[in-house]
Structure formats: structure tokens, C-alpha cells
């Protein structure tokens, strides 16, 4: 009988911590498309579908492919999968974003220009090759009323445009879908 206050207790602590745990994954986020500076990257998107987590479309960055001549600092032979690689990106005369330089591990401290936190796709046996880096942006889930519409724009190849919100320590959340400027979707903080 003394047992069953301690279980109640547990279980209740145990639901606090989780959500707790994802108020503080939703609050995250939302702080990223908020107070992120915004950036716009040109896209090529292709449209699969995930039977777990639904209808998403798989974008592709110029950025995610990183040329060894951006990387500065230290260069290791090779790249494992999951190096962490800082890319610092430049608004170019077109409004889109392009890799301006690339360090491997941290970026420096000096404050300037916006870069962006991701991890190379795979192992690579040489760093004289482009550097292919995922960003943690390349897919886009969208709700089921507007999912249609999007994957018709995607296959007329209307969709160009992704606004992204990079915060301080690179992190990078989708912030919106555009062509030539206009907005088709808006990723709502909450």
C-alpha cells in the first residue's frame, strides 16, 4: 500500500519532465522563426512522401553542396559522416544566399555575417570533392488542406524560393515558400 503514493508521484514528475520537454522543443523553434535572421535560398524541390510523418516535400540548397576552396582553418583528409561544418553565407546580387567560406567544427566568434550550422550527408574520402551538407531544412512537412496545392506547385516547378531563419548559433528553421517573391506558404510559430 505504501507503494502507490511513490508510483502516482513518479508518474506525475515523469509527465511533467515530458512536457516540459516538448514545450521547450516547441518554444525553441518558435524563437528561431521569430528572432533568426532571414535569409532566402533558391531551391530545386523534388516531392516524396514519408508514410510515418505524411505528405513533406525534399528540398535541395546550392548551398548543401559545399566547394573545398570555401572551407578555411584547419581541413582534415577526409570527412566523416555527421562532421559538423559551419558554411558563413553572402546575400548574392540575385537576393539569393550563396556558401562564402566554410569551417569545420566551430565558427569563429568575430560576430559577422550569418552562418549556418550543418553536418555532412556522409563519409567522404577526400576533402578535395564538394562537401555534401544537410542543414536540417531539407524537408518540408505541410499540413494536409494545403499539402496538395504545394506538391502541384512543386511538379510545375513554381516553388523556387525557401525564407529561412538561421539564429545566432547557425541553427535553421523554414520559415516560408515563395515564387518569384510572392509567398505561396507560411510556417506558423506555433
Known amino acids: 500500500m505504501h507503494k502507490k503514493p511513490f508510483l502516482i508521484v513518479s508518474a506525475l514528475v515523469s509527465a511533467v519532465v515530458l512536457c516540459g520537454i516538448l514545450v521547450w522543443m516547441i518554444a525553441d523553434r518558435a524563437a528561431i522563426l521569430r528572432d533568426g535572421r532571414e535569409i ?14 505524411g505528405r513533406y516535400v525534399r528540398l535541395n540548397y546550392s548551398i548543401s553542396r559545399v566547394p573545398p576552396i570555401t572551407f578555411t582553418g584547419e581541413k582534415p583528409d577526409y570527412f566523416d559522416s ?4 559551419f558554411v558563413r553565407l553572402e546575400q548574392g546580387a540575385d537576393g539569393f544566399w550563396q556558401a562564402a567560406e566554410a569551417r569545420i567544427g566551430s565558427r569563429p566568434d568575430d560576430g559577422e555575417g ?3 550550422r550543418g553536418e555532412t550527408a556522409f563519409r567522404m574520402a ?3 570533392n564538394p562537401a555534401n551538407v544537410r542543414y536540417g531544412i531539407e524537408r518540408f512537412y505541410a499540413s494536409e488542406a494545403v499539402a496538395p496545392e504545394i506538391e502541384q ?3 510545375d516547378r513554381e516553388v523556387t524560393e525557401v525564407v529561412v531563419a538561421v539564429a ?3 541553427r535553421a528553421q523554414i520559415k516560408a515558400l515563395r515564387q518569384a517573391g510572392n509567398t505561396i506558404y507560411t510556417e ?3
Open 40 to 53: 532566402v535560398l533558391k531551391t530545386e524541390p523534388i516531392d516524396p512522401r514519408d508514410l510515418l510523418r
Open 82 to 85: 555527421g562532421t559538423m561544418i
Open 114 to 116: 550569418v552562418w549556418i
Open 126 to 128: 577526400s576533402t578535395d
Open 153 to 155: 506547385r512543386m511538379r
Open 168 to 170: 545566432a548559433d547557425g
Open 188 to 190: 506558423r510559430l506555433y
